[in-house]
Structure formats: C-alpha cells, structure tokens
C-alpha cells in the first residue's frame, strides 16, 4: 500500500464514532443551557475538539464556557478588584446540579483549575462517557478576549477560546477538511507516547498556521511535521489567536526530534511508492505510527527494538527471522529502559 493508503487507513481507524461524537455535544448543549440559567451569567460558548472537529476516539469531552456580566461580579479579575471566583464556581455548581440531575442520575460536579467538571455516570456501549469542561469567564475590556480563572495558581489568565474556533474552522470546505485530518493524525501520533512532548492545542495552532491549501494526506501531514519540526526548533509556538503566553511544551528538544523523524519517515516512505514492504516498515517504526499500523513480519530493526522496549509480542518464524506485531504470538523478552518514551 501507499504512504497515502495506509495513512488514511490511520484517520479512519482514529475517527470517533458519531454516536459518541452526539452524545457528548447533547451533554455540552444540557450543561450550557443550564449555566445560561445562572443569576449573572452572559452568554456561554462552545470551545475545543467538538467545536473544531478535532475529536478522535474514544470521545472523551465537549467544551465550554459561561461568560458572567461583570457587573453582577464588579470584584472578580485584574479589571475588577483581582478577586478569583471560587464562591461563584461553588455556587454554579450548587445551581447546575438540581437542573441535570433528573436527566443525568449518576451525574458528578467537580470543581477545576478553570470552573467546572462534570461526570453523567452513563457509558455508552462502547466504554466512553463523556465529560464536560466548563470555564467560567469574564469579558475583557480592552479587547473581545476573556479572562479565566486560574485556580490552581490563584491568577486569572488571558485566552480567547472562540476565537480560536473561528480560525481552526476557517477557510474553504477542502481546506478545513485537510487541517482536520491533520490535526487528528497528529493528535494519535503524539497520544502513542507515554509522555507526549507537546499538548493537542499546540499541533491545532502549527496546523493552523501550515495548512495553507488541500492536499492528500501524505503531502499534508508530511508539510505538517516538517514545520513543526523546523519551528518549535526555533521557539515556541505563538498564541494564533494573539492574546495568551506562547504555548507551554513539556520537552520542546524532544518534541522536535519526534517531528522531524516523523517527517522524514513520511518524506521517504512517500518516495518508496511501489515498495509496500518499505512503506509499511517505514511508517510502522518506532517512534512514528508504530502503535496505529501493524507490523509486517520480518526484522525490521526499529520494530524489534520497540518489541524489546515494551515487552510486546516478539517471536521467530518459521524462515528463522524474529517476526514482531500481530504476526508474533508472545513476547520473548522481559522490558528494558533502553528506548522507553524517549525515542
């Protein structure tokens, strides 16, 4: 298969099921309507990988805010008298459960960093349950952004999460397609590790910002990596929405080397059109969708290191080659620190 078969194969076991994707936005839409109910409350918007089409499965959470009038609160954030709201997170919470819980029986309110988490208590066949995040925010005066509260750090931060909606949903149908399936690509790349390098809104805002025409995934997410590579390698990545801190990374080095190697396998493996063996190992190696193709028998060098890394299913065929991935039946070998989440 090509690069471009088997990295659409990618998208397409990642995808969420609609199902799952349905639930989690009438919970979103029951929790807003019910926040919009709340004594001083605005408006409220919707944010993330539901508002973006960003989700992947399992659905794990919808997005969303309620925006106070602030002069229901004159006290709270830096343009008031600096107050951190967590008597009115408190009291939504108090507010909130009386109006869902006859819907949501096993339903769990707790209180965040930015407001409000809510557990339904109601999985779906397939295991997901999803939560709702819910920020509560105030407008700034100075521009159409929002503070919002930062709990754990008793701070109050600048973020524009519509915004940022409105520019990773932007552009023509065909476009905002090919950052999607990029954006998603890159998500279940990164969630491979034990330790991700960079968070999902960081690979949204480099999508964002090198997703500039349709293109078939392999050229797409292959321009993707090689400029996200190339970038964080000179710096963090900038707010798109131009209004918090640049992005936070975990390990910036190694989110640079992941990239660039991930680059490169596609770079080659595109190259090897024709070579169905090569493009396999090439994409299945360690490090770059190792977890998301399988395996082809045979010695590939970076899939029997990440066998031996992780204990995974390692044996010797029948030609007497090690044979790796679904081919092999049990792991020969104990773990080791050699490879770990550091590729």
């Not at 954006?183 to 960079?198: C, D, E, L, M, N």
């Not at 968070?199 to 321009?223: Q, V």
């Amino acid at each position: 298969m090509s690069a471009l078969t088997q990295l659409e194969q990618i998208r397409h076991t990642i995808a969420a099921e609609p199902d799952a994707i349905a639930v989690a936005r009438t919970r979103l839409t029951d929790a807003l309507a019910a926040a919009k109910t709340f004594p001083g409350a605005l408006r409220t918007f919707r944010s993330g990988s539901l508002a973006t089409k960003f989700v992947n499965d399992p659905v794990e959470d919808g997005d969303g805010g309620v925006v106070m009038d602030r002069r229901s609160q004159p006290g709270l954030g830096p343009e008031g008298r600096g107050e951190l709201p967590q008597h009115l997170v408190e009291a939504l919470r108090r507010h909130l459960r009386p109006l869902l819980v006859s819907q949501y029986p096993s339903l769990r309110i707790d209180i965040m960093k930015r407001g409000l988490l809510l557990h339904f208590g109601a999985p779906l066949a397939s295991g997901e349950d999803p939560t709702v995040d819910l920020v509560v925010a105030l407008n700034r005066i100075e521009d159409d952004a929002l503070w919002i509260p930062n709990l754990d750090r008793n701070r109050w931060d600048p973020s524009h999460p519509v915004k940022h909606v409105t520019l990773f949903t932007s552009g023509w149908d065909s476009l905002r397609l090919s950052r999607q399936y990029v954006v998603r690509v890159a998500k279940a790349q990164v969630k491979q590790f034990s330790s991700p390098a960079v968070c999902s809104f960081n690979i949204a805002a480099l999508a964002w910002e090198c997703t500039i025409t349709a293109e078939p995934l392999d050229h797409s997410l292959y321009r993707f990596y090689d400029y996200a590579a190339t970038e964080l390698a000179q710096g963090l990545t900038e707010d798109p929405a131009g209004i918090s801190e640049p992005i936070r990374v975990v390990d910036r080095q190694l989110a640079v080397d992941r990239f660039r190697r991930t680059a490169d396998a596609i770079g080659l493996a595109i190259d090897a059109a024709g070579d169905d063996e090569k493009v396999a190992e090439l994409l299945a190696a360690f490090g770059v969708f190792w977890k998301l193709l399988p395996q082809l028998e045979g010695s590939s060098t970076s899939a029997i290191h990440q066998a031996i890394a992780t204990a995974g299913p390692l044996s010797v065929g029948e030609a007497g080659s090690l044979v790796t991935g679904r081919h092999a039946s049990a792991p020969l070998v104990k773990p080791t620190r050699s490879y770990g989440a550091r590729p």
